[in-house]
């Protein structure tokens, strides 16, 4: 049933509901027959909505609603703008539009052409990702090109199915094979027998179940032994990464293998081991694309990539590409990198290490050769500059693929780089469980110098990791290192002596190293004064300078609280307030005097006890580069009195001390009043100074400001002729260049002739007319032998001068070959000339070809007109152009007449729509054919007539339309009847 406005027949049911899935079908030269086989095999109520993508010819309305509908009883629409897609029904796209979809509507864009070559394949297929996740199923059928390549990653991407018709089958194998070369393909099948697989796979029940992850998630003895396998056979542990997206992988190829539990599918793992294999690259998945997400590169090539150019310069600068997948995003690295440079005029050199654990996809990217489809992805002035043709793909310039260095690399297991200013690691976290991103986030922060950029996705974040990046763009998720250390490489993670990067990484492991036997030794050291401060060690904490508790060794109750209020961190406002005094006077004093002091009889009040306490404050050694530290002691004194106080201790009085403290203070304050009344007295004077100062600097202001505006003006002048004269001097020189380029490459004569006929320039060329060398500059062409028969070529020349218009004439030289002479006034001015331009082009291949081709006229009229036949010819666009004098006389019409499709009103009406269907069908597809139809002779006789087409080629194989002869066969079907009748009638008089 044919439909060309979309609208569902009413039957009075409910509306129809949504497609169980969307399958969006890509199709080029030779998708006729494959969507015909396909959709012949094709139930009419599978529930699924088709909608068909092909590139079509804007030349001539496509014919494919009506050839498709005899196909399948399914409704066929050309699709329109907002159309909703229905199940059980078919969509195509119409001729010069790109077909995308939104919210299960189809929209339509008009094709533009004007930003290069046009993919609409791959624009519906990537729409479709976006709007049905994994309710999209992919189907590439026959079709040059790569068109659909983009569209299969997307798909995949967002858990869709993928189906691909087998290289064998397809009578163009372009499309097929960029698409298998993927990786992501479910089922390569001939066309005929997609239907069945595609019903096979919607029908399934992990196809259907809505709680199917949760199903999944709750088995975890299955979960771990594909994990097991997976790890045994392909090197990975996918056991930390996110459930959901694992889960969603599992039971997509379980669909795929028709296995309803888990438990079949790990018997299914074990059974055929090509799917461990298949199983992993879908847990890889890796959808990339050249500069993809436009704005965040244009901040990186715009700020980012600038400003880090700028910050290094003089040194080597490396990025690091991590999970690069197939390198589109290493080599967009490149290009804005060698972009930004030419820019800022200046010369690095740039080491870019891409790195992926799946080796396919390496070795796929260190090629550098990719689909023709990537030319949407890229501007046409980067794709010239960057790429060059290769066949059907475009290969990465040899000067960027050098910059970028691949290697199979694990991001989780194997040690990082070194060294690294740039990382860009973009759509991998997310997939990954926190323990895990927080375990990359620490490698980059370890890879990173500081103030090295980390680039991200733009769903993922530092996350507990952001103590160590600061954000540059939110928007685009760019972070800078802020160089903190944070050493966390396990022992797993040790470099093997043999690694490339052993010593290259030496001196930054040299470090860790020796930082991990100092924090054992401090730790060793650490237990052994816990271990003494029990029964041994008096109270001792040490304080720094600004009197702040380094480290405490000892019980603290009854010496130390925390005050009520916002917490501090000063050990004079956490030791108790008779303990106060002397540790502010005491420990200043050490840091000041730097010899040790010692306080005793320090009376301690401690719930109606009275305890008495000795205090030692002395300075610790201190090294070049550590911080000033000294060590406080408190030691209790004994009830019985036994303990003696050293010699050289100061009996601790709290009035006489409070009362020294105040006079230091007072001192200390007076000091300060003085200082500060100088102070001020100095900032009067200055300022008055300044005062002064700042009034002549004024009126000196005022008049640098004239001489500057007059210098301004003159500069400006200046600056507009000299813009002028250098103006004027590049194109001089281009001028001057373009001349000489346009001599030498042109493979054309050209002779430049002063007024006087002098010869002023002269193409290489030229030599094969006069016979020139390049001291013949200045002399008069009059002078010059040439090799012209027949006529002197001066004369026209002088003609044109005296003339001033353009004089064209063949000549001939003696060795046989035709040039075309052309001389032109050489113009200075509206009518003013200043010599002769002569262009000679050579035509002698033109010429042979003319004779050659009017001969073959000539034959082919002379033996088409005497042919007893009805010869017809007709273009590419399936219009007749040509008919014999046998056609024309045959219907009594001129060949103005019968062109087009005027032949088609002598054909009788019964026969012409079959006859023009035949027609169509066969050119479609370049086929010979054969048909029988009447057509009306110049006396009004409808004739029969046997018309058989040939498709015609040229000498290059390019199609160029069809040639037919029609022979009369009137007399022999009427023959046929009336022997038929007769037959008939012998019958009859039998019975």
Known sequence: MISDTGAIPETGKPEPKSPAYYVGIGASAGGLEAIDEFFTNMPPDSGLGFIVVQHLSPDYKSLMVELLSKKTTMNVHRAEDCMRVRPDNVYLIPPKK???ISHGKLLLTDQDHNRGINLPIDVFLRSLAEDQAERAIAVILSG????????????????????????????FDGMPRAAISTGLTDFILPPDQMPRQLLSFITRPFATMASRSETLLSDEDGLARIFALLRERCKVDFTYYKPSTVSRRIERRMTVNQADTIGDYVAYLNTYPGEVTALFRELLIGVTSFFRDPGAFDKLTLDILPELLKRTEGRELRFWSAACSTGEEAYSLAIAVRECMEKLGMHRDIKIF??????????????????????????????????????????VSRSIREMVVFAQHNLLKDPPFTNIDFISCRNILIYLQPNLQRKVLDFFNFSLNPGGILFLGTSETTGDAAGYYELLDSKYKIYSSRGKARYTLDPVHALAATDTRAREMKDRYAYVRGTYRSNEDDRALERFCESLSVDILPL??????????????????????????????????????????????????????????????????????????????????????????????????????????????????VSKEAEQRLRDLEQELQFTKENLQATIEELETSNEELQATNEELLASNEELQSTNE?????????????????????????????????????????????????????????????????????????????????????????????????ISLEVKTMD????????????????????????????????????????????????????????????????????????LDFTGRTTEQEEGDGWTK??????????????????????????????????????????????????????????????????EVKLREELEALKSSIQKTRT
């Open 144 to 171: 040059t090109g790569s068109d659909g390549t983009r569209g299969v990653r997307t798909i995949k991407e967002s858990g869709g199915m993928v189906m691909v018709q087998d290289e064998e089958s397809a009578k």
């Open 98 to 100: 790109n077909l995308t």
């Open 354 to 395: 891409a790195t992926d654990i799946d080796r396919d996809a390496i070795h796929y990217a260190a090629t550098g050769s990719y689909p023709e489809s990537v030319a949407a992805d890229l501007s046409p002035q980067l794709l010239t500059k960057y790429f060059h043709r290769k066949e059907d793909a475009f290969q």
């Open 710 to 806: 007059e210098l301004q003006s003159t500069n400006e002048e200046l600056f507009t002729v000299n813009a002028e004269y250098h103006s004027k001097i590049i194109e001089l020189t281009e001028l001057h260049n373009d001349v000489d380029n346009l001599l030498t490459a042109t493979r054309i004569g050209k002779l430049i002739l002063d007024e006087n006929l002098e010869i002023r320039r002269f193409s290489p060329e030229t030599i094969n007319i006069f016979k020139l060398m390049d001291t013949d500059l200045g002399r008069p062409i009059t002078n010059i032998q040439h090799f012209i028969e027949g006529l002197d070529p001066v004369e026209p020349i002088k003609e044109s001068q005296r003339t001033a218009r353009a």
């Open 816 to 887: 046989g070959h035709w040039f075309l002479m052309r001389a032109v006034p050489y113009i200075v001015g509206p009518k003013i000339f200043s010599g002769t331009i002569v262009s000679f082009a050579d035509i002698t291949e033109v010429k042979e070809a003319q004779t050659a081709h009017m001969e073959s006229e000539q034959r082919f009229a002379a033996v088409a007109d005497t042919s007893p036949a009805l010869v017809w010819m007709s273009g590419i666009n399936k219009a007749c152009f040509w008919f014999n004098k046998t056609w």
């Open 906 to 971: 002598g054909v009788h009406p019964d026969d012409l729509p079959g006859c023009l269907a035949t027609y169509i069908e066969a050119f479609d597809r370049r086929e010979a054919f054969s048909m029988k139809y009447r057509l009306s002779r110049h006396d009004g006789e409808y004739r029969w007539l046997r018309d058989d087409g040939q498709p015609r080629n040229n000498q290059t194989g390019e199609f160029m339309g069809y040639i037919g002869s029609c022979l009369d066969i009137n007399d």
């Open 540 to 653: 001792a904490v040490i304080v720094n300078d600004q009197l702040e508790p380094v480290h405490i060794l000892g019980e603290t109750e009854g010496y130390f609280k925390l005050p009520a209020g916002r917490p501090v961190n000063d050990i004079t406002r956490m030791a108790i307030k008779e303990l106060a005094i002397p540790l502010s006077t005491g420990i200043q004093k050490v840091f000041r005097q730097g010899v040790e002091l010692r306080f005793s009889n320090i009376s301690i009040g401690d719930a109606g006890e009275a305890r008495v306490v000795d205090m030692r404050i002395r300075p610790l050694p201190r090294k070049k580069g550590q911080d000033a530290l000294v060590a406080v002691l408190l030691a209790e004194r004994k009830k019985d009195g036994t303990d003696e106080a050293a010699p050289s201790a100061i009996s601790y009085d």
